[in-house]
């Protein structure tokens, strides 16, 4: 398990794209559970980054896969010497400290993940730690935010509808062009005419749906291939293996991603 606890020095940089701020505020004030929607590489661990930065809070979050299960999350007893301790999971951590818990991709994670996190998704706002018998009060300042992929989980890995009814949702997706530029410039340092063709050629290849991508361009994306162009790497060059490759190994599919490179760059 993937777990990053984090105390940001500096605000990270964030463009809001709409009116995530707005609803993150009061639903942090009103100390409700947040799921964040959408693809991949759409700005939602930044957002979540910089929201506990403005909150002045700490942030751990948890990069939830199939393995993921409930004990990961609340704790486990270890030997250490000739002693079995108690060791908090990072959910505990979060619950005890007041801390904001993000899980990442949370419905990768094992179905008993959903089940531990129930109680604290209500009014109770306790965790029930079943492996010391006790329940445990949710820090006034603990907040949890999950983040959940649509699309890629599509006929698999859905959440629950009851799951998903336990939180307040924003969704995320790809932003105007105009925003898109800014964030290209922003993170890389590209010039505008150049953030301009990497945004261009992303909207162009997200709207070739018959290319049958599973994940198509995302903003992360064009700014790995912005970051590249900036450093020196010559412009298809950066294209191809910041935007391109990433997204398929079929050789057709990849001929016609770089025509369309050709075309715009
Ligand atoms: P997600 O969590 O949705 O997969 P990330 O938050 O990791 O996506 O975003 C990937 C990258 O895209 C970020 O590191 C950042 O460079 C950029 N990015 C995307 N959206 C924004 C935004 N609105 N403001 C600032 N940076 C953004």
């Given at each position: 398990?993937?777990?990053?606890?984090?105390?940001?020095?500096?605000?990270?940089?964030?463009?809001?794209?709409?009116?995530?701020?707005?609803?993150?505020?009061?639903?942090?004030?009103?100390?409700?559970?947040?799921?964040?929607?959408?693809?991949?590489?759409?700005?939602?661990?930044?957002?979540?980054?910089?929201?506990?930065?403005?909150?002045?809070?700490?942030?751990?979050?948890v990069?939830?896969?199939?393995?993921?299960?409930?004990?990961?999350?609340?704790?486990?007893?270890?030997?250490?010497?000739?002693?079995?301790?108690?060791?908090?999971?990072?959910?505990?951590?979060?619950?005890?400290n007041?801390?904001?818990?993000?899980?990442?991709?949370?419905?990768?994670?094992?179905?008993?993940?959903?089940?531990?996190?129930?109680?604290?998704t209500?009014?109770?706002?306790e965790?029930?730690?079943?492996?010391?018998?006790?329940?445990?009060?949710?820090?006034?300042?603990?907040?949890?935010?999950?983040?959940?992929?649509?699309?890629?989980?599509?006929?698999?890995?859905?959440?629950?509808?009851?799951?998903?009814?336990?939180?307040?949702?924003?969704?995320?997706?790809?932003?105007?062009?105009?925003?898109?530029?800014?964030?290209?410039?922003?993170?890389?340092?590209?010039?505008?005419?150049?953030?301009?063709?990497?945004?261009?050629?992303?909207?162009?290849?997200?709207?070739?749906?018959?290319?049958?991508?599973?994940?198509?361009?995302?903003?992360?994306?064009?700014?790995d291939?912005?970051?590249?162009?900036?450093?020196?790497?010559?412009?298809?060059?950066?294209?191809?293996?910041?935007?391109?490759?990433?997204?398929?190994?079929?050789?057709?599919?990849?001929?016609?991603?770089?025509?369309?490179?050709?075309?715009?760059?």
């Amino acid at each position: 398990m993937e777990l990053v606890m984090k105390t940001m020095i500096t605000s990270p940089y964030y463009r809001a794209v709409g009116k995530e701020i707005e609803v993150f505020e009061q639903v942090f004030e009103n100390k409700l559970p947040l799921l964040l929607k959408g693809p991949t590489g759409t700005g939602k661990s930044r957002f979540i980054e910089f929201m506990a930065y403005q909150f002045d809070t700490k942030l751990i979050t948890v990069s939830c896969h199939e393995e993921t299960s409930s004990t990961d999350l609340i704790g486990r007893f270890i030997i250490k010497g000739a002693e079995t301790i108690w060791l908090d999971g990072p959910l505990t951590t979060a619950v005890k400290n007041g801390y904001i818990l993000y899980l990442d991709e949370v419905a990768e994670a094992r179905p008993d993940v959903v089940v531990a996190i129930h109680s604290l998704t209500d009014h109770r706002r306790e965790l029930y730690i079943d492996k010391l018998g006790e329940s445990i009060k949710a820090h006034d300042n603990f907040r949890l935010v999950a983040s959940f992929n649509p699309g890629y989980q599509r006929g698999f890995k859905e959440l629950k509808p009851s799951t998903r009814q336990r939180f307040v949702a924003i969704s995320f997706q790809y932003p105007e062009p105009e925003l898109e530029q800014e964030i290209l410039i922003q993170e890389s340092g590209v010039d505008l005419s150049m953030a301009k063709k990497l945004v261009m050629l992303g909207n162009k290849v997200r709207n070739l749906s018959e290319l049958g991508l599973a994940e198509t361009v995302s903003t992360r994306l064009l700014v790995d291939a912005a970051k590249l162009i900036h450093s020196g790497l010559a412009i298809r060059l950066a294209v191809k293996v910041a935007v391109m490759e990433p997204l398929s190994d079929e050789k057709q599919i990849l001929d016609a991603l770089y025509n369309l490179t050709d075309l715009i760059m």
